[in-house]
């Protein structure tokens, strides 16, 4: 800014000098020549003045954290353009998510950090740090118009809001929503449709298990604790829940019949091995060509029809989770955010970086990646929707759009991993004993007992519930 300040400067110095040599040759009178000097300094001075007023912040150099991924790709590849724009420079630092939340929690425990902006996972992150009052409300830079606030209509709020107060803490930039995949050719061969409810899944599934040649009708998560959020729309989809005035409601009937369907469906149509299996292994079944469905995260479509991973990559179909009882109970993250530090002493010029982060171009970048916007807008863009095919698109918006009281897809709690071991081996039960075990309800009884125990050893437990339920 300070070059441009100074060649500004010397545009006006140099215009008045050459008036002022031309005025000595030039035959034109006194005052005429004045007002052409008055004129062209003026201009100069205008000119020098616009350039500062487009670009405010220039001068301001912001510390921003995030960690590595799609989103700092995407960060990257626009950020020249906003240093350009807005005259702010950026000093990125690249972390992996626990290198991330460990530089955060260090530095803001110190109280000297310099840090203006960083991204974090609200889930796991939004709780403590606003509870230490790390996080700078967001609710009066949410007005400026330029941002288009209401764009985020389908955001999950409470995700994002700090609990203390209720105000925004966080731009929610991405989520995560279950979805069914299918192979289309295995569908079309049949004669079949993608399952809209739980009885037409198992129809479905009766249809097209082949154990005989090694092919089967579906996947999901059967590892002991990745299975827990994976076994959330089938919990809620029964009308159950995980918790219940602050209690853990694991046993409760609902969550009983919950278990026998999920137990039935991948003791009777899932491959062998299916105990074992977790996130990674669901894209390894369905690339493989061994299961015609599978139920999962939306973050393994990319896997799915990537030509390097699959032979089958151009015979994915996308639907909606089936229904239950209760409804289509996938649940609806926000997996990062974007926040201004409360310490920070530019917070004006980390806003714009978080309208920046939060904005179009952004979004547009990682959706067709596997990382959904929330923002509405950009499910009706060309550079979206030529990039992704309808059903996609379609069996997204159904998601994020419907009604559910699964908002998170885990337990709410401190001791969140203990209490998804416990659970998740009741599960493990059901499914090896295809849904029909005589010691189940047992084990769903004695893993309510064992959260019920964490719950009260954090200072969690009834009246002290500090979650939303």
Not at 127 to 135: D, E, L, R, V
Not at 321 to 332: F, H, L, M, N, T
Request: charged residues 20%; hydrophobic residues 35%.
């Amino acid at each position: 800014m300070k070059k441009r300040i100074c060649l500004a400067l010397s545009a006006v110095m140099l215009a008045g000098s050459l008036a002022g040599c031309s005025g000595g040759t030039s035959g034109i009178p006194g005052d005429t020549q004045k007002a052409e000097e008055t004129s062209k300094t003026e201009t100069a001075a205008n000119e020098s003045s616009k350039g500062q007023n487009e670009k405010p912040y220039a001068g301001t150099t912001i510390r921003v954290l995030s960690m590595t991924g799609q989103i700092s790709d995407a960060i990257e590849t626009y950020l020249n353009d906003f240093e350009d724009k807005t005259g702010i420079k950026v000093n990125l630092e690249l972390y992996g998510e626990g290198q991330l939340r460990e530089k955060c929690t260090t530095e803001f425990l110190a109280g000297s950090s310099t840090i203006d902006a960083f991204l974090m996972s609200p889930l796991q992150d939004m709780a403590a740090y606003s509870n230490n009052g790390w996080i700078e409300p967001l609710d009066t830079y949410l007005e400026d118009p330029s941002f288009d606030w209401e764009d985020f209509s389908s955001a999950p709020m409470d995700q994002i809001k700090i609990k203390s107060t209720g105000e925004i803490g966080a731009l929610p930039l991405y989520s995560s929503v279950q979805l069914m995949f299918y192979r289309k050719d295995i569908f079309k061969d049949k004669g079949l449709t993608p399952p809209a409810t739980y009885d037409e899944l198992l129809e479905v599934c009766e249809k097209i298990n082949d154990p005989a040649n090694n092919f089967y009708s579906i996947a999901c998560r059967g590892e002991k604790i990745a299975l827990t959020s994976q076994f959330s729309p089938f919990l809620y989809g029964f009308g159950g829940a995980y918790f219940k005035e602050g209690a853990s409601a694991f046993h409760t009937p609902e969550n009983l019949e919950a278990a026998k369907f999920y137990g039935k469906l991948l003791g009777t149509y899932a491959p062998e091995g299916i105990l074992t299996a977790g996130y990674s292994q669901m894209t390894q079944l369905f690339n493989a060509g061994q299961v015609a469905m599978c139920i999962d995260a939306i973050a393994l479509y990319q896997t799915l029809v990537d030509a390097n991973e699959s032979a089958y990559y151009d015979q994915v179909g996308v639907a909606p989770i089936p229904e239950g009882p209760a409804g289509r109970q996938s649940y609806k993250q926000v997996v990062w955010g974007a926040s201004i530090y409360s310490g920070s002493k530019n917070k004006e010029a980390a806003w714009e970086f978080l309208k920046f982060v939060g904005g179009s171009d952004i979004a547009v970048y990682i959706t067709p990646m596997g990382m959904p916007t929330f923002r509405d807008s950009v499910w009706k863009d060309e550079r979206v929707t030529s990039a992704m095919p309808e059903d996609f698109i379609a069996a997204y918006n159904v998601e994020i759009q419907a009604e559910t009281t699964n908002q998170y897809g885990l337990p709410r709690m401190t001791a969140v991993s203990e209490a998804r071991d416990a659970m998740g081996e009741a599960i493990v039960y059901s499914i090896e004993t295809k849904g029909e075990g005589s010691a189940l309800a047992g084990k769903m009884q004695a893993a309510s007992q064992k959260v019920d125990q964490l719950l009260k050893d954090a200072g969690e437990y009834g009246a002290d519930y500090p979650y939303e339920e």
